[in-house]
């Protein structure tokens, strides 16, 4: 009766069979589902999914494992870091709510819902986006539906747009930016900053903040940037509160390709191809601090904190939502 104790606690087995003391059954099997249950946890966390995207919102993040789960975790005052489960491809953290799209191509949304932005407008989407209290989704045949706040007419999408194929859209504080085919960005709502002016320029990629956005261009794999407060558009303008017209749009980081772009509330953030990570604008809360020595394949920028995913899948957040690896 001793082979199961005998292999569970080996380093005090003579001190126990030396006194001749013989613990009861009941005892050895509880010993032996205590360590193999701590080991089959050691085990999970060592083989963790490793996330594939991260969305940044105010106070709050979201990631997507390759598995296919949404976690979120900060604030959570109306229920936007509790995700339902599923089996989703993509998920967008907003200012007070978030949306996800499953597998199987439908929308979904939790969180405030003070405005309508999580009543998701029929359709299957291939991505979707969080914005202030609006939400804009990419539909499987490139449309773009919106729903939520339209003080501004953030949610209408231009007539115009009927005739194009999306391949993105982004919502962002009171306006929305959407990128077609060819490359051509467009935007609407809320223009009083020029945030909906964008330059003409073919853009691979665009980020839609509160009241900037900024884009990747499809030639050079450059960055401009426009909208509110040159100091988001330009690094180098860091102390300037000029307010930029659409024709000032700036163009950042010249000569150093980008691989991806993300826009907060008053920052921005470029990645570039060696997975550096790049901030300028407000550093309020330490956003612009990105880690150092660290190789990064997607950022994403919310109201005071960044958070990057690592070429190994880890999430990495600074600025208001500390300075950490997020695990779970």
């Given at each position: 009766?001793y ?9 005090r087995?003579k ?5 001749g003391?013989?613990?009861?059954m ?18 999970l ?10 969305s940044s ?29 599923g ?6 953290a907003?200012?007070?709510?978030a949306?996800?799209v ?37 539909t499987?045949?490139g449309?773009i ?9 953030q ?9 194009d194929?999306f ?41 839609a ?7 990747i ?5 450059e960055?401009?940037c426009w ?6 558009l330009d690094?180098?303008?860091q102390?300037s509160?000029t307010?930029?017209s659409?024709?000032d ?28 990570a ?7 809360h330490?956003q ?17 904190h ?23």
């Amino acid at each position: 009766m001793y082979a199961v104790f005998e292999v569970v606690v080996l380093g005090r087995l003579k001190l126990y069979r030396g006194g001749g003391v013989q613990f009861p059954m009941v005892l050895r099997i509880r010993i032996f589902g205590f360590l193999f249950i701590a080991l089959a946890c050691t085990l999970l966390l060592a083989f963790r999914f490793p996330v594939v995207q991260v969305s940044s919102g105010a106070g709050f993040a979201c990631e997507h494992t390759l598995e296919g789960q949404v976690r979120c975790w900060g604030n959570n005052v109306f229920g936007q870091a509790q995700p339902p489960r599923g089996d989703f491809a993509q998920v967008s953290a907003g200012w007070l709510h978030a949306c996800a799209v499953t597998q199987d191509s439908q929308a979904i949304c939790w969180g405030s819902n003070l405005h309508g932005q999580t009543n998701v407008s029929p359709g299957r989407f291939s991505q979707i986006s969080a914005g202030y209290w609006h939400t804009c989704g990419l539909t499987l045949d490139g449309r773009i539906r919106c729903w939520g706040d339209d003080r501004y007419g953030q949610a209408t999408v231009p007539e115009r747009t009927e005739q194009d194929f999306f391949v993105q859209v982004s919502a962002g504080g009171y306006f929305t930016c959407a990128l077609t085919r060819q490359g051509e960005p467009i935007c609407w709502g809320d223009d009083r900053q020029g945030q909906s002016s964008p330059p003409p320029v073919a853009f691979s990629e665009l980020s839609a903040g509160a009241e900037h956005a900024c884009g990747i261009t499809r030639d050079t794999c450059e960055v401009y940037c426009w909208g509110y407060r040159i100091s988001q558009l330009d690094p180098s303008m860091q102390s300037s509160t000029t307010t930029v017209s659409p024709s000032d749009a700036s163009l950042t980081q010249r000569g150093t390709p980008a691989m991806g772009i993300a826009t907060g509330a008053q920052h921005s953030c470029l990645l570039t191809l060696d997975g550096a990570a790049h901030c300028w604008g407000s550093n309020s809360h330490g956003q612009l601090n990105a880690p150092v020595n660290v190789a990064f394949v997607q950022v994403s920028a919310g109201w005071d904190h960044t958070c990057g995913v690592t070429n190994t899948g880890q999430v990495i957040c600074w600025g208001g939502l500390g300075n950490e690896e997020v695990t779970f």
